[in-house]
């Protein structure tokens, strides 16, 4: 039952962002604002003594507006080393923000994960939060953002062995445009489950982004995922991803 109720909260979210909302703020979500696209796609292969294949990919999908911001992200990692799979994962989260203050905005999430590897079949979670503005200049731009989330873990090994907790979220998303067609940036967050203070996750990706022309870049990325608490005999605390990307933005 709760699975069912989380993955309709995720559905109802994707449901904001794409469907018309029938009320009086109905004109105000009609902005004449853009719906823009970042897609970062890599692959690598390698044949001989060693045979492997990774491919990795990255969407973005949003439009902000004055009041409302609607986004739409995924990811997938897939990797094969000599015929064997060792890597896969994937995620799918909606968002609806609506801004309170110049600063200061509110937002609805949900979101769908999954990666075997480290231990769990998939991972639903949907819940509110709030975000602000740190700094926001011509060069920097830093958001803190904290949320409550619910989630049901279904883990990889185990007859219908599952885990349901209310978690905390609190991350921080940084840019430095460091030259015209350079740019850094860094995510990270931090998620704790309040039933159980051993389990908590720490995510964090390092960026930098050379822009070749208005529409292409190549990226350069760096990320690791921490688990406190493992799932499963076999999988490890850390994951590390180093990708060279092709970058594009329409």
Known sequence: MIKKVLILSLLLV??????????????????????????????????????????SGKLEVKKEGEKNRYIVRSNTLYARNNNEETASKGALEGRWERTLTERLFGFLTAKYISDKFSGYKYRVAAG??????IVRTEKHF???????????????????K???????????NYEWQILENLKFKENADYLFSFDDTDKYFINSETALEVK??????????????????????????????????????F
């Open 128 to 133: 509110p939060g709030m975000g602000y503005d």
């Open 212 to 249: 070749i022309n208005t529409y292409l870049s190549l990226g350069l990325s760096y990320i690791i995922a921490y688990q406190n608490q493992l799932p499963a005999a076999g999988t490890e605390h850390i994951d590390r991803t180093f990708l060279t990307s092709l970058i594009i933005d």
């Open 14 to 55: 994707l449901g904001i962002i794409f469907v018309r909302v029938p009320n009086a703020k109905a004109q105000e979500l009609k902005e004449k604002v853009p719906w823009k696209t970042h897609i970062e796609v890599s692959y690598v292969t390698t044949s001989g003594n060693t045979k492997t294949e990774t491919l």
């Open 162 to 172: 599952t885990d349901d907790y209310a978690a905390g979220n609190a991350g921080i």
């Open 142 to 160: 830093l958001k803190g953002i904290a949320s409550a989330l619910y989630y049901h873990d279904r883990y990889s090994e185990g007859f219908d």
